[in-house]
């Protein structure tokens, strides 16, 4: 892969859990990093969830692997105004250069 060949803006958002006054457990995401991205769309499919169709799309993002400690399958990838979350992260072409980040987004 060329450095060339990321030419898309994304960002990633990191899962964090508190718990509030009434002792309920409150999920939130936070920015973390914004990065450069190619993307490799893989289609998609349909689902009856609770009596509901779902629209599933995979999407596959790679992205340079420099420091994100922070990277984990609870992060989540906000592009184009939707929201993907992480299925599986890949190192791929040696040497940790590229990550391959593969996704799914649900309407």
Known sequence: MRIGELDRRITLQNYSASVNNYGEQIE??????????????????????????????????????????????????????????IQAINEIEGRESFLELITEQRD
């Not at 991205?37 to 009596?51: H, M, R």
């Not at 509901?52 to 992205?63: D, G, L, M, Q, W």
């Not at 420099?66 to 105004?81: A, G, M, Q």
């Open 28 to 85: 939130s995401y936070s920015d973390y990093r914004t990065v450069w991205a190619k993307i490799d769309f893989n289609g998609g499919s349909e689902t009856d969830e609770f009596n509901r169709i779902t629209a599933i799309s995979k999407v596959k993002y790679f992205i340079r692997n420099i420091d994100l400690t922070n990277l984990s399958e609870k992060t989540r990838i906000s592009y184009d105004s939707k929201l993907y979350y």
